[in-house]
Nanobody, 125 residues
Framework: QVTLVESGGGLVQAGASLRLSCAVS?????????GGWFRQAPGRDREFVGA????????RYADSVKGRFTISRDNAKNTMYLQMNSLKPEDTANYYC?????????????????WGQGTQVTVSS
């Protein structure tokens, strides 16, 4: 069984940084073409944050986080990371990691077949 477990969320002030981790078990991480991060705030739809190609490391980001967030992966550790800098109150959400079989339509949640349970990030003003 494939499982994804996020960690690293918390409560921070605006302007601070956090690094989220996503540990994958049950299957070799490099076997997945892409890893993605999504977030969902109360009362809002789940939205794409960013994605990374697990073979070549190509990245894509939502415009709202471009220049502030960075995705990376360590295939040897089966772990993916989301470095979040210059956090804003509007970044407050539950953050989810996911993996998908093909590096395509990276901003579509339906392209991902395994998801973590989420980790809460709260940014105070």
């Amino acid at each position: 069984q494939v499982t994804l477990v996020e960690s690293g969320g918390g409560l921070v002030q605006a302007g601070a940084s956090l690094r989220l981790s996503c540990a994958v078990s049950g299957r070799t991480f490099s076997g997945y073409a892409m890893g993605g991060w999504f977030r969902q705030a109360p009362g809002r739809d789940r939205e794409f944050v960013g994605a990374i190609g697990l073979t070549f490391g190509s990245t894509r980001y939502a415009d709202s986080v471009k220049g502030r967030f960075t995705i990376s992966r360590d295939n040897a550790k089966n772990t993916m990371y989301l470095q979040m800098n210059s956090l804003k109150p509007e970044d407050t959400a539950n953050y989810y990691c996911a993996t998908g079989p093909l590096f395509r339509r990276v901003d579509y949640a339906a392209e991902y077949d395994y998801w973590g349970q989420g980790t809460q990030v709260t940014v105070s003003s």
